[in-house]
C-alpha cells in the first residue's frame, strides 16, 4: 500500500511541477524560472531519492504529450527532458537528515539542509541544460558569445534563481507545515547508522 501511495504523490508532484513550468518565468531567450521545482523539491524531502527521481522523471516525459518539448535532436531532446529532469530527484539525497531535524526541532539543521537540497537538485538538473546548451545551442548563442561561457551564464543563473526561489519556499513551507515533510503513513526516511 505504501508504495502504490508514493507512486500516486509522485504522479500527482510531477503534474503540479509540470503545470507550474507553464507559467511563463522566461526572460528574454534563455533565461527561466523554473517553479516546478519547488513541488518536486518539496515531495523529494518527504520522500527520499528514488521516489523523487521517479516523479522528476515523470515530469520530464509530460511535456512531450503536452507539445512543450524544443526539438533540435533526438539526442538533445533526451538529455534536456527524461534526463535532465530526472536529475531534479536527487534533491531528495537531504530527506533523511531534513525530517530527522525537524523531528529533533534543530531549526537550524531544517534550514541548512532544505538549501543543500534546494541547490543539490536544482544544480544536477541545471547541468544537464548547461551540456545541452553548449552542445546543441551553442550556434543559437546571443552576440556571438562562446557558446560555454553563454551556456554557464544562462543555465548558471536559471539554476541560482530557480535554487533561490525553491529554497525560500521549502523552508517556509517547513517552519509553517512541517508535517508535509513527515508523512503520516509512517514512512519516513530512516537516518542511516554510521
Known amino acids: 500500500m505504501n508504495k502504490t501511495r508514493i ?7 510531477a503534474a503540479l511541477a509540470f503545470m507550474l513550468s507553464l507559467i511563463p518565468t522566461t526572460i528574454g531567450s534563455s533565461f527561466t524560472i523554473s517553479l516546478g521545482m519547488v513541488p518536486l523539491t518539496l515531495f523529494a524531502l518527504r520522500r527520499g531519492v528514488k521516489p523523487a527521481l521517479l516523479s522528476a522523471f515523470i515530469w520530464g ?6 507539445g512543450d518539448v524544443y526539438f533540435l535532436s533526438v539526442i538533445q531532446v533526451l538529455i534536456e527532458y527524461p534526463i535532465a529532469f530526472t536529475f531534479a530527484g536527487f534533491a531528495g539525497l537531504y530527506a533523511k537528515k531534513v525530517q530527522q531535524a525537524l523531528i529533533d526541532q534543530d531549526v537550524v539543521s531544517v534550514r541548512k539542509n532544505i538549501i543543500l537540497s534546494s541547490f543539490v537538485g536544482t544544480g544536477a538538473r541545471f547541468f544537464w541544460h548547461f551540456v545541452a546548451g553548449v552542445v546543441f545551442w ?13 551556456s554557464f551564464v544562462m543555465n548558471g543563473l536559471s539554476g541560482l534563481a530557480t ?26 526516511i530512516q537516518k542511516q547508522n554510521h
Open 7 to 13: 507512486m500516486i504523490e509522485g504522479t500527482i508532484v
Open 61 to 66: 516525459i509530460l511535456h512531450f504529450p503536452a
Open 138 to 150: 551553442g550556434s543559437y548563442a546571443l552576440w556571438g558569445m562562446n557558446p560555454w561561457i553563454f
Open 163 to 188: 535554487a533561490i526561489v525553491t529554497a525560500v519556499v521549502a523552508v517556509l513551507v517547513a517552519e509553517k507545515a512541517p508535517q508535509l515533510f513527515l508523512p503520516k503513513d509512517g514512512h519516513l
